[in-house]
Nanobody
């Protein structure tokens, strides 16, 4: 039974920081890719970041490069998204999901990557 549970969202002022967590279970995390996505009201879901444990690569969408960092705690089977210098445009529900398959270069086209299970999401609000 694959499960992903997000946590760490909240309300933060512009320029502030949050760290999101994606706790996983029911599969071997090291064989797949984990993606972070976000969706704001009235907008399409957007791939934000990705980490592929098959080839060690990471991906960030242009709007978050230099501000967000994705990482993994192997002992806890948890993936993190450290978000710094937050902007109001970052306001959204953030989801994590695992890729259906394993392999190299899975993060290269995150918005079209076939994802398996999704978490319930965690709300991030950036406002003064």
């Amino acid at each position: 039974q694959v499960q992903l549970v997000e946590s760490g969202g909240g309300l933060v002022q512009p320029g502030g920081s949050l760290r999101l967590s994606c706790a996983t279970s029911g599969f071997t995390l090291g064989h797949y890719a984990i993606g972070w996505f976000r969706q704001a009201p009235g907008k399409e879901r957007e791939g934000v970041s990705c980490i592929n444990f098959s080839d060690g690569t990471t991906y960030y969408t242009d709007s978050v490069k230099g501000r967000f960092t994705i990482s993994r705690d192997n002992a806890k089977d948890t993936v993190y998204l450290q978000m710094n210098s937050l902007k109001p445009e970052d306001t959204a529900i953030y989801y994590c999901a695992n890729s259906r398959g394993a392999g190299k270069r899975l993060c290269d086209d995150l918005n079209h990557l076939d994802m398996g299970s999704w978490g319930q999401g965690t709300q991030v609000t950036v406002s003064s």
